[in-house]
């Protein structure tokens, strides 16, 4: 799962009210605050110019701390499910061995509430995403699963994580 325009996508009330429970020192919070809040911005096109319009979301493109402010907004995604992340690329494992004396009955069974958990969990994400302000870019995100040979695989991850 990719994040659409990461560093545009941190929504600054979600991220300064994270930090304390990371056991960051006030001051250092105090800091990241001052740092964020009350910033505009505003356009010049041949000479005309906009009003100023308030940022309320976004780490700044170049700047060394913004890398570890997103990680630090993202950072309670990670507790949804088995979720691995690397930068703003996320993935979601879950592994299923079947029993080698199983039915045939009880193995699809057993993969078709593995297929569960995993929508669960994107459910989970995707709720977490509405709630702080994060889009996933659907384009770069696809289910794999990986089998050993001759089993079958003739099943879809359906979810509703992209609206």
Request: proline share 5%.
């Given at each position: 799962?990719?994040?659409?325009?990461?560093?545009?996508?941190?929504?600054?009330k979600a991220?300064?009210?994270k930090?304390?429970?990371?056991?960051?020192?006030?001051?250092l919070?105090?800091?990241?605050?001052?740092?964020?809040?009350?910033r505009?911005?505003?356009?010049v096109?041949?000479?005309?110019c906009?009003d100023y319009?308030?940022?309320?979301?976004?780490?700044?493109q170049?700047?060394?701390?913004s890398?570890t402010?997103?990680?630090?907004?993202?950072?309670d995604?990670?507790?949804?499910?088995?979720?691995?992340?690397?930068a703003?690329?996320s993935?979601?494992?879950e592994?299923?061995?079947?029993n080698?004396r199983?039915?045939?009955?009880?193995?699809?069974?057993?993969?078709?509430?593995?297929?569960?958990?995993?929508n669960?969990?994107?459910?989970?994400?995707?709720?977490?995403?509405?709630?702080?302000l994060?889009?996933?870019?659907a384009?770069?995100?696809?289910?794999?699963?990986?089998?050993?040979?001759?089993?079958?695989?003739s099943w879809?991850?359906?979810?509703?994580?992209?609206?």
């Open positions: 799962m990719d994040i659409a325009k990461a560093f545009d996508r941190v929504w600054h991220l300064l009210s930090l304390p429970s990371y056991g960051l020192p006030e001051k919070c105090n800091w990241i605050t001052s740092f964020l809040v009350d505009s911005i505003k356009v096109v041949d000479g005309a906009s319009k308030p940022i309320n979301a976004d780490v700044p170049g700047c060394v701390l890398p402010l997103f990680l630090l907004h993202i950072n995604m990670l507790l949804t499910g088995n979720i691995h992340c690397y703003d690329d993935t979601v494992v592994r299923y061995q079947p080698p199983a039915s045939r009955d009880q193995i699809q069974s057993e993969r078709e509430a593995m297929v569960e958990r995993v669960l969990t994107l459910q989970e994400v995707s709720d977490w995403g509405d709630a702080n994060v889009k996933f870019n384009s770069k995100t696809q289910a794999s699963l990986f089998t050993e040979k001759g089993a079958s695989s879809l991850l359906l979810s509703e994580l992209y609206h």
